[in-house]
């Protein structure tokens, strides 16, 4: 089935965004999920987290104003926060390892509705395995939010009963935000929290390779 209607990858980070609390600590995974930093507002104290040794991360730089020293993990120029710090990578794993991280926000190749992550490799015998500190990351942090298209390139649910991949962490995340919908991961399994503008239950199930569970009235 064509799905028309689909959140954009702004309004996907901006929805994570909403979800991340004033005083937070949290990693933004590589890809997709750095998007998120150009969303929170001004206002709302977060403190950012690279693996690679940073805390107090900003939004990304104006186009001219990016230092080359000053990256995140992916190798993206970033900016940093009045009061943010520099640190050896031995102490930010640390700090992912001890339970330090509120949130991270993770891409995946494929989330079960269990809340299994595979993010790290697809299996495939050419792929370039690809871990970095995603696997810290999913046990360390409290909660684990992944950020993901609904479907792969050739249509196939990356929303799955389980996992096919080799995965990065089991039953870590909590919640599964895509471009269909936001999924909460619960012991009943997934509930659906939001769809895309025009969706449909059905619509959403039809294109999903795992059940869900329709949204919580006011009422429940």
Known sequence: MTITSRFTREQMAE??????PEGAYVNLGIGLPTKVANYLPP??????HSENGLLGMGPAPKPGEEDEDLINAGKQPVTLLTGGAYFHHADSFAMMRGGHLDICVLGAFQ????GDLANWHTGAPDAI?????AMDLAIGAKQVFVMMEHQTKT????????CSYPLTGI????????????LDVTPQGLRVRE?????TLA?????TAAPLLAPQSAND
């Open 155 to 162: 249509g196939e649910s990356k929303v799955v009963a389980q």
């Open 129 to 133: 395995p690809a871990v970095g500190g």
């Open 203 to 207: 619509d959403l199930q039809a294109v």
């Open 171 to 182: 039953a870590c995340v909590s919640r599964i935000y895509t471009d269909l919908a936001v």
């Open 15 to 20: 929805r994570v965004a909403r979800d991340i």
């Open 43 to 48: 206002e709302r104290e977060v403190f950012l």
């Open 195 to 199: 769809m895309a503008p025009g969706l």
């Open 111 to 114: 989330v079960s509705d269990k």
